[in-house]
């Protein structure tokens, strides 16, 4: 398993910014797709952005020109870009490893953290 720890969230108001990280621990690291999941209270968790092993990266409509995921490889690390922050973009937001982007949030592969706190707020 690919042990995963979320940082980087915090209070920001609408408008601005705030860039998550997800370390990573394992084996094979880079052969894995990587992702964010975000959860608010009384919804079910969403993909909010997949990159794979190759560097493609795929996003959910809703951050789509405002979110920006990459990944370093020698860092073990993957990284969310979250730029014109809405209060709608409030949640616990997650990282997660898998062998696909299909399997983002029902994968064996990554074993998840507690997640970081984002509280768009004014």
């Known amino acids: 398993q690919v042990q995963l720890v979320e940082s980087g969230g915090g209070l920001v108001q609408p408008g601005g910014s705030l860039r998550l990280s997800c370390a990573a621990s394992?084996?094979?690291?880079?052969?894995?797709?990587l992702g964010w999941y975000r959860q608010a209270p009384g919804k079910q968790r969403e993909l909010v952005a997949g990159?794979?092993?190759?560097?493609?990266?795929r996003y959910a409509d809703s951050v789509k020109g405002r979110f920006t995921i990459s990944r370093d490889n020698g860092r073990y690390t993957v990284y969310l870009q979250m730029n014109l922050l809405k209060p709608e973009d409030t949640a616990v937001y997650y990282c997660?490893?898998?062998?696909?982007?299909?399997?983002?949030?029902?994968?064996?592969?990554?074993?998840w953290g507690q997640g970081t706190q984002v509280t768009v707020s004014s």
């Open positions: 990159i794979t092993s190759g560097g493609s990266t």
């Open positions: 997660d490893a898998a062998r696909a982007l299909s399997e983002l949030g029902f994968s064996p592969v990554g074993s």
């Open positions: 394992g084996s094979a690291f880079s052969i894995y797709a």
